[in-house]
């Protein structure tokens, strides 16, 4: 049973998935305030150069009826290593790689209507390896994502909207989850080094540090 932040269950009946194409590497994200699922995107063939699927389908979760939503052609959505539901910033966030292997931070406020993906911000070439994406919403509307490549990562938090990058750190504590809001208007995140002690990473604050070279803010 799937249930909300406030303990009430959504209906258990099940749900009829829809014809696709729905891919492997495509995107989800579900919104527990709007009772939402959204997937979509991803490629033909669930490869970085396969051809892109410009779709994307919302599932009501309690009426169980789904809505089919237009990418309006925009090729930002393709082969997707992470993405997430930013509740205060109500839009979905997602990390797209290209076949030159850039990594971008796309932002997409599906619910508004006309609205299509954005690319907020590119990585370095150096992190076109990167094999996964944790993208985690804040409760003051500002986003952190953290790519993970073997036992590196790197941490950036954004803003509300994308707009202004607010942290970088670049750490061997991998696998970064679970923020925690400390003095200063920073961020702790929680993760494992390459020998499985847990760490952790601070971003935010009067006293980051940047990173050089920084993700490149679009």
């Not at 995107?41 to 669930?46: L, R």
């Not at 993405?83 to 997602?94: C, F, G, L, R, V």
């Not at 696998?175 to 390459?194: A, E, I, M, N, Y």
């Amino acid at each position: 049973m799937i249930a909300d932040c406030y303990g009430n269950p959504w209906p258990t009946t099940p749900v009829a998935w829809p014809s696709g194409p729905f891919a492997s590497n495509g995107f989800a994200a579900v919104s527990a305030a709007y009772e939402l699922l959204v997937v979509g995107g991803g490629t033909d063939d669930g490869t970085v150069t396969g051809v892109h699927t410009e779709q994307a389908k919302m599932l009501n979760l309690k009426s169980g009826v789904w809505e089919e939503l237009d990418l309006n052609g925009s090729d930002l959505a393709g082969h997707i290593i992470g993405s997430n539901y930013a509740p205060a910033d109500e839009a979905i966030w997602m990390v797209s790689s290209d076949e030159e292997g850039l990594l971008k931070v796309v932002r997409w406020e599906f619910l508004v209507p006309g609205a299509w993906p954005e690319v907020i911000a590119e990585f370095p070439q150096e992190w076109g390896e990167c094999e996964s994406a944790e993208i985690l919403g804040l409760s003051d509307g500002a986003t952190v994502v953290a790519l993970s490549r073997g036992a590196e990562s790197r941490a950036v938090m954004f803003a509300r909207s994308g707009r202004d990058l607010v942290g970088v750190a670049d750490t061997t504590c991998s696998t970064l989850r679970s923020p925690v809001p400390v003095d200063g208007g920073s961020v702790v995140l929680f993760g494992f080094d390459s020998l499985g002690t847990p760490c952790s990473v601070q971003l935010g604050g009067a006293d980051y540090g940047m990173v050089s070279p920084e993700p490149q803010l679009q």
